[in-house]
């Protein structure tokens, strides 16, 4: 079946644009993960949508970042007035429900270089 | 807070050659301890996990033991092959714990 897919695959913008990265989650899912992966680190946790609410948003960076799930499933991660240390892999997840026994199935990720 | 410790890269290493590669962690309660691969060009897969102590996870011919008393999580593989070559993240979470906190990765290159 269909795995988890993020658009763009790429994204190039300028310093203080904004710019969107979509999220689909595989069909059934109700958890979907946010992570940010920086050059040479590992992914770090950014928001965790449980159904349409945003159950933790503890690891947004600051209040330029934003995601909404309006309908439960797709999600879309938005930053506003993008600076140069945003570049990085922008990766989605998503289970069946959350918690650490049900496995996080990971999206390619959208790498975002900011000029 | 929760933190994980892996074994700085790049690991190189001959086909058939035994490969170790170290994991340690910090954290409260009794999270679950996963390793995770990225193969060149695609996303982050679960390779193996362990959800309590002296657990063994194994996939693919890779083993993990998740050793409480040290606080560890080594990645053990017998006889390596070029298609093992990869980037590996160990990582925590668990229980309540939805959040996942990775490594910073070991990439892993093996050479015919």
């Known amino acids: 079946g269909a795995g988890v897919s993020q658009t763009p695959s790429n994204k190039v913008t300028e310093k203080g644009k904004y710019v969107e990265l979509r999220c689909d989650p595989i069909?059934?899912?109700?958890?979907l993960y946010w992570y940010r992966q920086s050059l040479g680190q590992g992914p770090e946790f950014l928001i965790y949508?449980?159904?349409?609410?945003?159950?933790?948003d503890s690891g947004l960076p600051n209040d330029r970042f934003f995601a909404v799930r309006p309908e439960g499933s797709v999600s879309t991660l938005k930053i506003q007035r993008t600076e140069r240390g945003d570049s990085a892999v922008y990766l989605c997840a998503s289970s069946t429900q959350a918690g650490g026994l049900n496995e996080q199935f990971f999206g390619p990720g959208t790498r975002l270089t900011v000029l | 807070g929760d933190s994980v410790t892996q074994m700085e890269g790049p690991v190189t290493l001959s086909e058939e050659a035994f490969l170790t590669i170290n994991c340690t962690y910090t954290a409260t309660g009794y999270p679950s301890l996963f390793w995770y691969v990225q193969y060149p060009g695609e996303g982050l897969q679960l390779l193996l996990k362990a959800t309590k102590a002296d657990d063994k996870g194994s996939n693919k011919g890779f083993e993990a033991t998740y050793r409480k008393e040290t606080t560890s999580f080594h990645l053990e593989k017998g006889s390596v092959q070029v298609s093992d070559s990869a980037v590996y993240f160990c990582a925590l979470g668990g229980g309540s714990n939805y959040k996942l906190t990775f490594g910073k990765g070991t990439l892993l290159t093996v050479n015919p």
């Open positions: 949508f449980q159904g349409t609410g945003a159950a933790d």
């Open positions: 069909s059934g899912h109700t958890a």
